[in-house]
Nanobody, 128 residues
Framework: QVQLVESGGGLVQAGDSLSVSCAAS????????MGWFRQAPGKEREFVAA????????AVATSVKGRFTTSRDNAGNSVYLHMTSLNPEDTAIYYC?????????????????????WGQGTQVTVSS
């Protein structure tokens, strides 16, 4: 069983950059694809970014393209979401997730339902 813990959230100003981390325990992440999602107040959880198990393939949502990237450190059992040019619309709780079964090497997953373990989330607030 995998436990995921996000960290690095906080309050920033519009235009700032911030990186959030996702650390795993209980199992190694290096075999599993990862995803980042966010949920703003009153809105549904939405896809932000995905990264394949080896980190060779990544994808980000259109709304954050050119501003957000994701990376992973399999040796350190961690995944990262790097955010730049933040704006108030990016304010949300950010979650990392992993899929530990039935996945295909190199494949990316975009739907929340495709992930089976989730972290508790970290709050990112962007002031204008």
């Amino acid at each position: 069983q995998v436990q995921l813990v996000e960290s690095g959230g906080g309050l920033v100003q519009a235009g700032d950059s911030l990186s959030v981390s996702c650390a795993a325990s209980g199992d190694t992440l290096k075999y599993f694809p990862m995803g980042w999602f966010r949920q703003a107040p009153g809105k549904e959880r939405e896809f932000v970014a995905a990264i394949s198990s080896r980190g060779s393939d990544t994808a980000v949502a259109t709304s954050v393209k050119g501003r957000f990237t994701t990376s992973r450190d399999n040796a350190g059992n961690s995944v990262y979401l790097h955010m730049t040019s933040l704006n108030p619309e990016d304010t949300a709780i950010y979650y990392c997730a992993t899929r530990t079964s039935g996945h295909i090497s190199g494949m990316l997953y975009y739907a929340a339902s495709e992930y089976d373990y989730w972290g508790q989330g970290t709050q990112v607030t962007v002031s204008s």
